[in-house]
Nanobody, 122 residues
């Protein structure tokens, strides 16, 4: 019954924007740190952004700093990733994950969503 579901992906032109959503069912998402990861074909899974469960401190990968913003809506049990100024190299499947730790180490996360495809292309 525990589930994380990503949505909001799609096809967008370079320079465009998308907002990804990560909705939790079966547990209270605000008790967990949330990470966004992405994986392109043939590449390892890469940390994109994370937000802590207590202080709300955020962290971003160097390649997305200044362009992406992570946020929580605890009332909706949902975490968002606002992606602006998208580049072709942002193309990947994006995953959200919930864990009791913090950071980009995948073993820190207990629950993973199925992923949503983001394609940035002309």
């Amino acid at each position: 019954q525990v589930q994380l579901v990503e949505s909001g992906g799609g096809l967008v032109q370079p320079g465009g924007s998308l907002r990804l959503s990560c909705a939790a069912s079966g547990f209270t998402l605000d008790y967990y740190a949330i990470g966004w990861f992405r994986q392109a074909p043939g590449k390892e899974r890469e940390g994109v952004s994370c937000i802590s469960s207590s202080t709300g401190i955020t962290y971003y990968g160097e390649s997305v700093k200044g362009r992406f913003t992570i946020s929580r809506d605890n009332a909706k049990n949902t975490v968002y990733l606002q992606m602006n100024s998208l580049k072709p190299e942002d193309t990947a499947v994006y995953y959200c994950a919930a864990g009791t730790g913090w950071g980009f180490k995948i073993t820190e996360y207990d629950y993973w969503g199925q992923g949503t495809q983001v394609t940035v292309s002309s």
